[in-house]
């Protein structure tokens, strides 16, 4: 078993629809958690932390729940710009931990 | 300010050459890392710096690999006798200890490391 799994994917949108990504982690002892966004040969960059309380950023909504080990990502009203692979990551002991990925595709 | 950087941005080389990728991590960060993507692969660690020591080196796939740093700063990621399935983007990130941040980790965009 992978020790951070998400949803296959791709998701394929229509512009202005909700889209959620969801993440399981294997180690409860994770200590930090993350969503980060890499677009095609480019390299990660972080989107949102994630907190217990869930945390929100204009359309971006993540939430962690430590005792199913289950994160999630919600983008509403989304753009053709968010298309792209969310990564879904989690901190242990320093180092970062990844999920495979869900390449996420918004059309017009 | 500077972001993290990496050079070469590209590197061929042959089967059997050794190679070594450098990092320039943001100015302050304490902490370095070395990720490893392959073709279809997800992320994979490497090996964690803390100034200049290397508190896990537990992802280097092979003894053919090994990293150093020197002066807390620059990076350079060593792989001898190269092989094919060396073939990947490396990257490279650095963070700030300060609680605020939090460990974020900000990324390099990568040596693309092809090996003929």
């Known amino acids: 078993r992978k020790e951070v799994e998400q949803d296959p994917g791709p998701f394929n949108v229509p512009e202005g629809a909700t889209v959620a990504f969801n993440c399981t982690y294997s180690n409860s002892a994770s200590q930090s958690f993350f969503w980060y966004r890499q677009d095609c040969r480019k390299e990660p960059k972080l989107l949102m932390s994630?907190?217990?309380s869930g945390n929100e950023d204009g359309r971006f909504t993540a939430q962690l729940n430590r005792a199913s080990q289950y994160i999630s990502l919600l983008i509403r009203d989304s753009k053709l710009s968010d298309s792209a692979t969310y990564l879904c990551?989690?901190?242990?002991?320093?180092?970062?931990?990844f999920g495979q990925g869900t390449e996420l595709s918004v059309k017009p | 300010g500077a972001g993290v950087s990496q050079s070469p941005s590209n590197k061929v080389t042959e089967k059997g050459k050794d190679v070594e990728l450098r990092c320039d991590p943001i100015s302050g960060h304490t902490a370095l890392y070395w990720y490893r993507q392959s073709l279809g692969q997800g992320l994979e660690f490497l090996i964690y710096f803390q100034g200049n020591s290397a508190p896990d080196k537990s992802g280097l796939p092979s003894d053919r690999f090994s990293a150093e740093r020197t002066g807390g700063s620059v990076s350079t990621l060593t792989i001898q006798r190269t092989q094919q399935e060396d073939s990947a983007v490396y990257l490279c990130?650095?963070?700030?200890?300060?609680?605020?941040?939090?460990?974020?980790?900000?990324f390099g965009a990568g040596t693309r490391l092809s090996v003929l």
């Open positions: 990551v989690v901190n242990q002991g320093g180092k970062l931990i």
């Open positions: 990130a650095s963070s700030s200890t300060s609680s605020k941040a939090k460990n974020i980790q900000y």
């Open positions: 994630v907190y217990s």
